[in-house]
């Protein structure tokens, strides 16, 4: 399906709201009586509190209750998510908050203030002194990488993979490199910092909350508060920015529910942006090994890829750096292992293109290193060993452009005029490089309910619970609408962000539009033959009006719980069925080129640009948009971001956006993107994602740019002038 | 509590306000203005810029009570060819730092309009500064935007003041 509407530069329906202070985000609901919380953070990184002194804190006017593991409601544990409990995928930590006197990591909330006032709550959280009996913590990721585990891995995630001898291979291959990278952690920074508004009608419960899962969470709160889903609504229209952070449910929106509960008021909490940073979990850090043999003229023998990651004890997940390199290089001999540390420190969690982020850092400048070693251009390197089929397993692609990518990208970029010598290319005192690495990002869909009504002014409302979280959602899918029916983008609205409505799919994995879309074409035809069966002839607002029907409308999914697990069902077994037969990913070519101060190591990015192979683009503008805000965000993993946690106390040292260096205006140079919008012929709509693939390979691009000026390697990401002098 | 006499968008509004509550705050908590964003409360992302008498200030490291007096424009107040050109450029994602960009532009404007210079301005004897890119990127530097709308914003920006100088010659040469 194509027609006049998918395809286009569509200005976003959003786009008045945002820009005139309209749009209502989590923590700005009026309420009647609307009071105020603040957290109170442990101090120490595992342990138990021994005591509280509240005295000063509940003597602060305005303060109603101070709320403690002594005096608090108790939440339910966090039950364990399996196939038909899928929400519970999304727990944050496993911690219940205010139930143990137990500290699992520096900076755990341990109280909770509520008061009349956000002031009042803020001084009063100051006062609370709390008292510990502390035990050894494990805090110092780089140094418990001898302690690694060997992830034990599952069919969603494995932890290791092998083909042939890759070790061997590796000893007697003519030419090879065998390194050593690193990653720190890092923060989502998402502008708008955590926040909800909690508010209770006897067992009823409407939380506002900035989040990716609106049906993951309602699910969440329901059994974290032990009362059925139905008497939950979570109201999420406008998200201010998520990155993988706004995903699973932290302490924050649990312990405004659990004290409004206690209060019987209206609750907001807002988290100060360093209660963002102790209680909500970033990207891990992670250690990296990769080694590649070759043959003299560049055809790939070995391929290791190792990476040791680490996760909370009380929560994380895998960090599943080494994925990518399953999916991008032709060697006969592959390996693949990933290793985990299990710390006492805030559970990590997805972060944009979770593992393919970092793991092609370390891959693709791997890769650039061989191709200096070979003496070969590296872009041919690459296309030497581009396969054919899925490297470890040799599946079929279900599409790959990645050729394609970097004969486009490298004319338009003008990659024939790069020196390849580092140092030989200059612009006055600057040092210039240009660099490229691969960009993969794998392909997801979740299931998604959705109900169109065409009514008989020849006005379609889309109805669907997804997240509009700054990628132009509600605008694609009212493009997609538009075009499956055959009216004008400007008859179709959409309403999302609330659970009351149909279930929509989350926004994560780079699958939320391709996922809503899904269903909504197959509304979209239901819809079409319901008209018709009304009669033919005319427009929809004639064969309506003729009928006497004011309108019609198509459902797609069941709102039933027992629906609700048959369409988990069949999104698992047509998961797992999908990936037995093909690989299904975007992929692209990422060229850069910055300009290096000789004297202080200043990097500057100068060019950028991005050639994508994601499938169908629905709008050129917001697709554009997004592919760039992940090469903004690769940037500052690259050059600027670090979560910096004190190896003594596992207390994060930098939790504030004037110490975590996010880029700002003047670090983005112009980014030229380029899709080639071919369809993937396996895909709805021949969508593959493209939230997420923007960040990855950026990383490696510019590493291998910043060599290219200098002549050094840094493998340790950021990567800041001091490395560079 | 002192009475606080607030001036916003051209309404004065009577508070009681605790001599440490933030302009900010009491925008958004006590007059209902949530246009206006808290991103980090601490002065470092921009999120709750402000015009004060035209000026730009980040309203989270503002006491309401030092406000008495001027007059605040928020961007429930404002109505500038900005904003559409924020939304045709695609100048924002998530939309939560965008009404600091837009009232950090504007105020960007008024300052680049007086010949205020910038840490990349070459030639500060020179009459007048021309409106590049690298001058707008490096005058917005303190306005964060996490999605990375980045090249929008400059576009928009670019758009309305090149609007903007070839409205205001004509005018100049009918004076």
């Known amino acids: 399906m194509t027609g006049p509407v998918v395809g286009k530069p569509i200005d976003r329906v959003d786009g008045r709201a945002k820009t005139s202070g309209q749009a209502l985000f989590a923590g700005e609901y009026p309420y009647p009586r609307l009071a105020y919380a603040a957290l109170v953070h442990a101090t120490v990184a595992r342990g138990r509190v021994t005591g509280f002194d509240v005295a000063g804190a509940a003597a602060v006017p305005g303060v109603l209750t101070v709320l403690t593991h002594e005096n608090a409601p108790r939440m339910k544990p966090p039950p364990r998510a399996t196939l038909t409990n899928g929400g519970m995928i999304v727990t944050g930590t496993s911690v219940n908050y205010l139930g143990t006197d137990e500290v699992h990591w520096n900076g755990q909330p341990v109280a909770v203030v509520v008061a009349e006032t956000l002031e009042a709550a803020r001084e009063a959280a100051g006062l609370v002194r709390v008292t510990y009996q502390e035990v050894p913590a494990t805090v110092d990721f780089p140094a418990e990488e001898r302690h690694a585990v060997p992830l034990k891995g599952n069919p969603l995630q494995p932890g290791s993979a092998r083909k042939g001898d890759a070790e061997a291979a590796l000893e007697s291959a003519p030419v090879s490199v065998d390194l050593r990278f690193t990653t720190p952690p890092l923060n989502h920074n998402a502008i708008e910092p955590h926040s909800t508004t909690a508010v209770w009608d006897g067992d009823r419960l409407t939380v506002h909350e900035g989040t990716q899962g609106i049906a993951w969470l309602r699910a969440h709160l329901a059994a974290r508060f032990g009362v059925p889903e139905a008497s939950v609504r979570v109201i ?97 001999n592959i390996l693949l292992r990933h290793s985990l540390v299990e710390l006492d420190l805030l559970p990590n969690t997805f972060m944009r293109a979770p593992g393919e982020a970092t793991g092609t850092f370390a891959l693709e400048a791997a890769v650039d290193e061989l191709a200096y070693e070979l003496g070969m251009d590296p872009i041919a390197l690459r296309m030497r060993n581009e396969p054919e089929t899925n490297p470890i397993d040799g599946k079929r692609f279900s599409h790959r452009l990645l050729r394609e990518a970097y004969a486009y990208g490298a004319e338009r970029f003008g990659w024939a005029d790069r020196t390849p010598e580092p140092g030989s290319m200059r612009d006055g005192r600057w040092l210039v490089g240009m660099g490229v690495a691969t960009a993969h990002h794998g ?122 697990l048959a369409g988990q069902a069949r999104f698992v077994a047509k998961f797992l069925r999908d990936q037995r037969r093909w690989v299904k990913a975007g992929c692209g070519a990422q060229f850069c080129e910055v300009r290096v101060d000789p004297d202080t190591g200043e990097v500057r990015v100068s060019r950028w640009l991005g050639v994508f192979d994601v499938g169908r683009v629905i709008n050129a503008k917001t697709a554009v948009s997004q592919l760039r805000g992940g090469i903004v965000m690769g940037i500052g993993m690259t050059l600027s971001e670090e979560t910096l946690v004190d190896p003594r106390t596992g207390r994060i040292m930098n939790p504030s956006l004037a110490e975590y260096h996010v880029p700002v205006h003047a670090d983005i140079p112009p980014i030229d993107i380029h899709y080639l919008d071919e369809p993937d012929p396996t895909m709805p709509l021949g969508l593959l994602g493209l939230g997420e693939i923007g960040v990855t390979g950026v990383a490696g691009a510019l590493a291998n740019a910043i060599h290219h000026a200098t002549g050094k390697r840094v493998r340790s990401l950021p990567i800041t002038l001091d490395k560079l002098l | 509590m002192p009475a606080v006499r607030l001036r916003v968008n051209g309404t004065t509004h009577e508070l009681d306000l605790e001599p440490r509550v933030s302009l900010l705050d009491a925008l958004r908590e006590r007059l209902g203005l949530t246009g206006t964003k808290k991103g980090c409360d601490q002065g470092a992302c921009g999120a709750c810029t402000v015009l004060a008498d035209g000026v730009r200030v980040n309203a989270c490291l503002a006491l309401a009570i030092q406000y008495e007096g001027r007059e605040i424009t928020t961007i429930e107040g404002v109505a500038s060819p900005l904003q559409t050109a924020f939304v045709a450029n695609d100048g924002f994602q998530c939309g939560y730092c965008t009404s600091g960009q837009i009232c950090s532009a504007i105020g960007m404007l008024a300052e680049h309009g007086d010949g205020v210079p910038s840490a990349v301005t070459e030639h500060l004897a020179a009459d007048g500064v021309e409106l590049t890119d690298a001058e707008i990127r490096e005058r917005m530097s303190g306005n964060l935007c996490r999605c990375g709308a980045y090249n929008g914003i400059v576009a928009a920006i670019k758009e309305v003041a090149g609007a903007d100088a070839a409205t205001r010659v004509p005018e100049e040469i009918a004076r």
């Open chain 1, 236 to 332: 999420s229209p406008a998200v201010g920015g998520a990155f993988g952070g706004k995903g699973p449910v932290w302490a924050g929106t649990l312990l405004t529910v659990l004290a409004a509960r206690a209060t019987g008021r209206p609750v907001r909490m807002m988290l100060t942006r360093e209660g963002v940073y102790r209680t909500v979990g970033g990207r891990s850090p992670s250690i990296q090994r990769v080694a590649l043999g070759a043959t003299a003229d560049g055809g790939l023998t070995a391929l290791i890829h190792t990476g040791v990651t680490g996760t909370g004890r009380v929560g994380g997940l895998p960090e599943p750096v080494t994925s990518p390199s399953g999916h991008l290089y032709a060697a006969p």
């Open chain 1, 443 to 564: 392909t997801m869909q979740f299931p998604a309910n959705v109900t169109v009504r065409l009514s008989a002014d020849g006005s379609v409302l889309v109805r669907c619970g997804l997240q509009e979280m700054g990628m132009g959602a509600v605008t694609t899918q009212a493009q997609i609408a538009a075009d499956a029916l055959g009216v004008p983008f400007e008859a179709v609205r959409v309403e999302h962000g609330d659970s009351t409505l149909p279930t929509g799919p989350a926004a994560g994995a780079s699958a939320q539009t391709v996922s809503a879309a899904a269903s909504l074409l197959a509304a979209c035809d239901k819809l079409k033959r319901k008209v018709r069966a009304l009669g033919e002839g005319g427009s929809y607002a004639e064969i309506l009006t003729r009928a006497g029907r004011d309108h019609v409308e198509a459902a797609v999914g069941s709102q039933t719980r027992l629906g609700a």
